[in-house]
């Protein structure tokens, strides 16, 4: 005997048929107190990071214009380590890529079918009758014959491409922010180093100065002066030690590292000669923050043609049951909006507009870039003809005032004034080529983030940064 479903069974069927198809949900609530214990034990020493820098390092995954040096964190971490360290553990460019993930989601399920809809309808015949129920049921489906399922994915591709590029901004700006900040906490180190070297020679000086004035060949009140300049001395070093502290904290928290985190940097100030940006095109072409934008006027287009697609109808057809007074009837049933009063015209006018917007955006950045970029070049080249002047000029004389004034004040043919003016000057000017070069880092650093990634496995020059000399430190202290 042939078995024939019952209407129950069939209904029974389909539903569970749509309950498979339904994802189930699992909660995943917050831990701080386990979260932040995985962050304390963060170390540059990690396995998960060296694999990712090595992924970085690969010549032929690399469009990051990483230096491909070796990472090497056991002889301390140099400004281009950090940068990669930042890449991985910076806590902005995690939730960049977790907004890239957004996107990516979005893509992965854009231009799927809407799911069929089922409908069922029961009426009952109130003067009574055999069979008073009249029952009818439809499947419907939607073929999209407008073509929007199509434009649709290609809008969330546009979107998952700017997403990428976002983050490929968001890293750039982290590496620019890094390179700002390590340029200033090497300033203030080296201010506390330099200044300690002279130091030495102050507290050495001081003791001899105090000799000579109870042996009477110096007056008391010289002798107190270079003991002032010593105190003041200290208290500017400790000045310095402080300031190199907080930035110091301030570089871990953009490598994502937490502030008791034992690591060991370099400090660095770049002073190598500034280069010739190329050509604005090529500029225009490569730079991630008008990469950016460009996208972004992509899903606008994008976006557009998608809303236009929408004011043409889709076609919705399936089978129809109906059964009245023990007769059953079986057929089709079809339908087709009429884009006659609403056409889907605010959001077309809404997308031309969002389209011109992000036009005009794309195209006032690129006049701010290339004025910006000018003015970043002139300054870049101010800082590196004012700190070689610097250089060259102001610092052998005064080491040649300090050499001097020690030689004359030891055979005793000069007054400690002169010596503790010459003492005074060299810490002045120690500083100030420290400045010098600040600024120079400084100036290029905004040059180079204006010129964008370079397309090749090297950092632009000034990350390649030396420690400074020791200018005007007293013979004998070193």
Not at 65 to 85: C, F, M, Q, V
Not at 258 to 264: K, M
Not at 289 to 303: M, P, T, V, W
Not at 307 to 314: A, G, L, M, S, T
Request: proline share 6%; hydrophobic share 40%; glycine share 6%.
């Amino acid at each position: 005997m042939q078995y024939i479903p019952t209407p129950r069974s069939l209904m029974l069927g389909l539903v569970l048929v749509i309950l498979s198809g339904c994802q189930t949900y699992q909660p995943r609530p917050l831990d701080p107190q386990s979260h932040l214990e995985a962050f304390s034990a963060r170390s540059v020493h990690d396995q998960s990071l060296k694999t990712f820098i090595d992924s970085l390092d690969n010549p032929s995954q690399n469009n990051r214009a990483i230096d491909s040096s070796p990472y090497d964190p056991s002889d301390g971490i140099s400004l281009n380590e950090a940068e990669r360290i930042a890449l991985y553990y910076n806590p902005d460019l995690r939730i960049a890529r977790l907004q890239a993930g957004l996107a990516s989601a979005d893509a992965t399920h854009a231009g799927i079918w809407d799911d069929p809809s089922l409908n069922f309808d029961a009426l009952r015949i109130t003067d009574g009758g055999n069979t008073p129920w009249i029952i009818g049921g439809s499947l419907s489906i939607t073929i999209p014959i407008s073509g929007r399922l199509r434009t649709e994915r290609a809008r969330a591709d546009a979107q998952t491409k700017a997403s990428l590029s976002a983050i490929a901004q968001a890293e750039w700006n982290t590496r620019i922010e890094l390179r700002r900040v390590w340029n200033q906490w090497s300033a203030a180190h080296l201010r506390a180093q330099r200044n300690e070297h002279l130091l030495e020679s102050i507290i050495g000086l001081a003791s001899s100065t105090t000799k000579l004035a109870q042996a009477g060949e110096l007056p008391s009140t010289q002798a107190l002066l270079f003991e002032i300049e010593r105190v003041s001395h200290i208290q500017s070093i400790a000045r310095h030690r402080v300031q190199a502290t907080m930035l110091k904290h301030k570089l871990h928290a953009i490598m994502g590292l937490p502030s008791e985190a034992e690591v060991e940097l370099t400090p660095a100030i770049s002073t190598d000669p500034v280069a010739s940006p190329p050509r604005f095109e090529h500029i225009v072409e490569h730079h991630p923050s008008l990469l950016q934008l460009r996208d972004e006027y992509a899903i606008s287009e994008a976006s557009l043609l998608h809303e236009i697609r929408k004011q043409y109808p889709d076609l919705t057809i399936g089978p129809a049951y109906e059964s009245e007074q023990g007769e059953s009837r079986i057929g089709l049933v079809a339908g087709i909006p009429l884009p006659i009063l609403n056409s889907n015209k605010q959001g077309i006018a809404r997308a031309r507009a969002q389209r011109e917007l992000a036009r005009g955006v794309y195209e006032t950045q690129l006049e701010r870039h290339r004025s910006a970029l000018a003015v970043a070049l002139l300054n870049a080249n101010s800082a590196q003809r004012q700190r070689t002047q610097m250089e060259s000029t102001l610092v052998p004389l005064v080491d040649k005032q300090l050499t001097d004034a020690q030689r004359l004040l030891e055979l005793g043919e000069s007054d400690g004034l002169v010596l503790l003016e010459s003492l005074q000057r060299a810490g002045q000017t120690t500083n100030e080529i420290i400045d010098a070069r600040l600024a120079e880092a400084m100036a290029t650093t905004e040059l180079e983030a204006l010129i964008g990634l370079i397309p090749s496995t090297q950092l632009p020059p000034s990350t390649h940064a030396q420690p400074i000399n020791n200018p005007t430190t007293p013979e004998g202290t070193e």
